[in-house]
């Protein structure tokens, strides 16, 4: 990022990971200089979780690194619990990193007696401990203001525009692509970065797992060879073969995927497998990637160095605006 790294008071921080992405919170040690702190997590014999900080916390200021990835309730319980014992342990200041805030999609009431879940979310965050949350690209923009903490979401489009940009893609031949108009401004300042056009899909959900795209918003793709998909996230990933299907209808032959949050749920890897004009599918390490949902063409980014840099302004009290983009401006 062209700044010198600032130093950490090593005894006075203290970093600790749940069991859902250790490997990102191991990166985000490596960013940090500190040591990754252990944890002790089992069961009883009445399946109630048991979690242990292995160091002390008092007067510390406390990091705690969870992705909210399957199985979701256990991991959100275990962070729950991880920021209680922080707080009931006396530590400074207790800041939950979640990577990958699934709920996020739980954004309103669009049916009767449901939950606006990721409301609740944010409260129960704040209720067990929380003194602060910092996250990784919302996927509804107006989740931020469920927060009654201060919140950073960050982004890593800054991330995806270093690794295409030695490409030197040509706008005359590259079109990126959003799946909907809700993604449609953060796919743009993508495309801004590398020069390129940009158009959106006309997405209806019509479930969990099934979508219907009844064409592009804005600029048309005919006269294009190749489409950037731009999305936060993929999950059972009916949005982006559905997308994918209607781009080579429409005369592209070459499709590269990139989105933040790549869980690849199901049977998405198969699906996705079975496009041929998928030449790329490039995703980060929110969500770890186990080797059964791992594809070829696959490519994973590390967002170590996005959580480490924001972690380290934020503790020299410094802006995180000077280094990233988030919240409404972002989506």
């Known amino acids: 990022m062209g700044q010198t790294k600032l130093k950490f008071n090593r005894d006075e921080v203290r970093l600790f990971s749940g069991r859902s992405?250790?490997?990102l919170a191991a990166g985000i040690a490596e960013h940090l200089d500190v040591p990754l702190e252990d944890t002790k997590v089992s069961r009883f014999s009445n399946d109630n979780l048991f979690v242990q900080l292995g160091a002390s916390v008092r007067g510390r200021i406390v990091y705690i690194v969870q992705s909210l990835v399957p199985p979701v309730s256990?991991?959100?319980m275990e962070l729950l619990m991880m920021l209680d014992i922080a707080q009931s342990a006396s530590a400074r200041e207790v800041h939950a990193i979640i990577?990958?805030?699934?709920?996020?999609?739980?954004?309103k009431?669009?049916?009767p007696r449901i939950s606006i879940t990721a409301r609740l979310v944010a409260d129960l965050l704040k209720t067990a401990g929380a003194t602060h949350v910092m996250t990784m690209q919302l996927h509804s923009p107006q989740v931020h203001g469920f927060f009654a903490l201060p919140t950073d979401p960050l982004t890593a489009r800054g991330l995806f525009g270093q690794y295409f940009r030695p490409q030197n893609l040509s706008p005359e031949e590259v079109v990126v692509v959003a799946p909907d108009v809700g993604g449609a401004k953060s796919a743009n300042r993508f495309a801004q970065m590398l020069?390129?056009?940009a158009a959106a899909g006309n997405k209806s959900r019509l479930s969990d797992s099934e979508v219907h795209i009844g064409g592009l918003i804005g600029r048309q793709v005919k006269g294009f060879k190749h489409a950037l998909i731009f999305d936060d996230e993929i999950a059972t990933g009916g949005t982006v073969v559905e997308l994918c299907r209607l781009l080579i209808d429409l005369g592209i032959e070459k499709l590269t995927i990139i989105c933040t949050h790549g869980l690849f749920l199901g049977k998405a890897t198969e699906r996705l497998g079975r496009i041929p004009q998928i030449n790329e599918i490039v995703t980060t390490d929110t969500v770890p990637h186990p080797t059964e949902r791992f594809l070829p063409n696959m490519r994973i980014l590390s967002t170590a160095s996005i959580f480490g840099g924001a972690i380290s302004q934020n503790y020299h009290r410094r802006s995180i605006g000077d280094l990233f983009d988030f919240g409404a401006q972002d989506d």
Do not use: E, Q, V
């Not at 990577?99 to 954004?107: L, T, V």
């Open 21 to 23: 992405n250790p490997a």
């Open 74 to 76: 256990d991991n959100l």
């Open 109 to 111: 009431k669009d049916a």
């Open 195 to 197: 020069g390129l056009p």
């Open 99 to 107: 990577p990958y805030f699934s709920y996020a999609r739980s954004d």
